[in-house]
């Protein structure tokens, strides 16, 4: 198990489980970014002395993987604050975390949903289109933010979230955690065909906000 360091999460801070292939996703995503595209480049590296840009390949983190693909079961929210916390400590955690948002959303759905959106999404009208590309991010949000207050917020055609984020904004008090939202919104609107947009976050618990706000402004999306 990765150690739970983090002074919030045994100050009790961070409360219920998360899904296991959130923790998952992430570790994954960590190891797919680390691994080179040419094996021989590892030849050549020390990971004792290239931990941090390595990471991803280190005996740790490969364990953690195997352990959860094994186990299964759901995962305190306070472990999975401290695996995001150290992820954020990387340059590149903005990219990691919303990559991972990506690689959830799109497990999320299953295979027979995706060729169902693939060919069937020309019959669902794009306002509808919308507002379920919403749900599905307002669900996955549920499952990494357990003890979270939720909303769509109404007329800026985005997501509110309030209180807790074990594993988002709170987890380094700098808001990188965020681009885990970002990348679910992203991959939930290019899945449902309900647009291609710039997702931004221009509120976060972080920096002070009372909640945490994700915008989209999408345009009418082709069929890739």
Known sequence: MMPVDSPRAQDGEFEGEVPVRIPL???????DLDTPEDPRELEEVDLSLNLRRRLGL???VLKQIRR???DGRDVHAAEVASLFELVAKRIDAPE??????????H??????????LRFGWRLIPLRLRRVLAWRRVKKIARYLTPSSE???ATGKNGLAIERGLPALATVDRGGRGCEVLSGIIDEAFRTYRAGRGGVSHPQCEAFGGEHC??????????DP
Not at 107 to 115: D, K, Q, S, T
Request: proline share 7%.
């Open 25 to 31: 996703a992430l570790l994954l995503t960590l190891r």
């Open 58 to 60: 280190s005996s740790v």
């Open 68 to 70: 959860y693909e094994e």
């Open 96 to 105: 990691i975390f919303a990559t991972t948002g990506r690689r959830v959303t």
């Open 107 to 116: 497990e999320a759905l299953g295979p027979n949903a995706r060729v169902t």
């Open 150 to 152: 939720i909303r769509i």
């Open 213 to 222: 706000l994700w915008v989209i402004e999408p345009t009418p999306g082709a």
